[in-house]
Structure formats: structure tokens, C-alpha cells
């Protein structure tokens, strides 16, 4: 009867730090980490400047809700405490902010290419070009929308000088020049026309 207790006895005693161990394992486990960016919800917004045609002037300058410590980057690009962007030329851009625990938003802004021609009078140098195209249309009415480039606009010879430069100067005397063929060439002084307003900076006020 005692050799059977002490059997007892000496069980419980072996298998008692057994059952503490369980028990405190089964109660110390670490709960699970929480996402930082829930319920978070980060709004990106921003204001674009349009930029003068064909150079990079235009800017955006976003902002961010929904959180706080933001940071902003550009198509992906470095990150920055500030939400303005400089010296953008037209085209679509991805603005992303981040918070400080790496919660994220994003927005598309679309930076426009002001009109070269808004508000503005044509200088003497656009006009003699002008009118060097319109007189010398290799049909009647070429150019004036039922084809493109349309030169009727004066914007679109803004936007083409340097095909027009290509066309009706560089490549004058070919099968490739303005006016086509079998029409003749530009007169030079024609031809010195075009060069002088591309060298002026091609715009509708040179």
C-alpha cells in the first residue's frame, strides 16, 4: 500500500512542471500583429498647372487626407516631404502618398499643354509663314481640315514647324519635299522665311 502512494506521489511530482509548462505555453501566446493600415483609407488630390507648349513648365501640387506624416512621389519616383511638383511637361502623371506606417493612396493628374495661341497676337515672322504655306497649297484647300495636319488652325503650324522646316526647307529639291512633286520648291526667300521663325523660337509671337 505505501510502495503504491509513493508510486502515486512521485508521478504527480514528475508530471505537475508538465502541466504548468502546457499551460503556461497555451496562455502566453502572442496574439496576432494588426494591420496599421486598417480602416485607413488616404485620399491623394492635387491641383496641375498646364504647361506652355512643348516645354516642361507645368507643375502639380497635391495633398493628402485620411492620416497624417505623408510623404509624396512621383510615378514612383524618390519620395518627398512635399506635395509639389515642378517642371512637368504635359502628359499624365501618378501622385502616391504615404503615411508613416506605409499606408498608401494614389491619384492620375493630367498636366495640359496650354494653347500657344490663347490670347495672344501673331508676330510678323508667324504671319510670313503663314501665309508662305497658304499660297502655296499644293491643292485647293489642302490642309484645311479635310486632312492633317490642319493649317488653317494657326496652332497646328505652331505645332509643326519643325515638320514644315523638314518638309518645305530641308528636304527642298526631293521627292519627299513641300509642295510635292512634280510642283517646284520653295523660293529661298520662301524657304528663308521658315528658317528665320524656327531660329526666332517657332512660336506664334515670333
Known amino acids: 500500500m505505501k510502495k503504491a502512494r509513493l508510486r502515486c506521489l512521485f508521478a504527480a ?41 512643348g516645354s516642361a513648365t507645368g507643375s502639380i501640387a497635391a495633398t493628402a487626407s485620411g492620416s497624417t506624416g505623408f510623404v509624396f512621389s512621383l510615378n514612383g519616383g524618390t519620395a518627398q516631404a512635399s506635395g509639389n511638383f515642378n517642371n512637368l511637361a504635359a502628359g499624365k502623371y501618378i501622385i502616391t502618398a504615404k503615411n508613416t506606417n506605409g499606408c498608401s493612396g494614389t491619384t492620375s493628374i493630367t498636366i495640359n499643354a496650354k494653347d500657344a495661341c490663347a490670347g495672344k497676337t501673331a508676330g510678323p515672322l508667324f504671319t510670313a509663314v503663314k501665309v508662305v504655306i497658304t499660297s502655296n497649297c499644293a491643292v485647293t484647300g489642302c490642309h484645311n481640315g479635310t486632312q492633317a495636319p ?35 520648291s520653295l523660293v529661298p526667300a520662301d524657304r528663308d522665311k521658315i528658317t528665320a521663325w524656327i531660329a526666332a523660337g517657332k512660336r506664334f509671337t515670333d
Not at 508538465?18 to 505555453?25: E, G, H, R, S, V
Not at 514644315?164 to 528636304?171: E, G, S, T
Open 13 to 53: 511530482v514528475l508530471f505537475l512542471p508538465m502541466l504548468i509548462f502546457n499551460a503556461c505555453t497555451k496562455g502566453g501566446d502572442a496574439a496576432a500583429p494588426t494591420d496599421p493600415c486598417a480602416g485607413i483609407t488616404i485620399t491623394v488630390s492635387g491641383i496641375a498647372t498646364d504647361a506652355e507648349a
Open 150 to 184: 490642319n493649317y488653317t488652325m494657326d496652332c497646328s503650324i505652331v505645332d509643326y514647324a519643325d515638320l514644315i522646316k523638314q518638309r518645305a526647307v530641308d528636304q527642298a529639291g526631293t521627292a519627299t519635299q513641300m509642295p510635292q512633286p512634280p510642283r517646284a
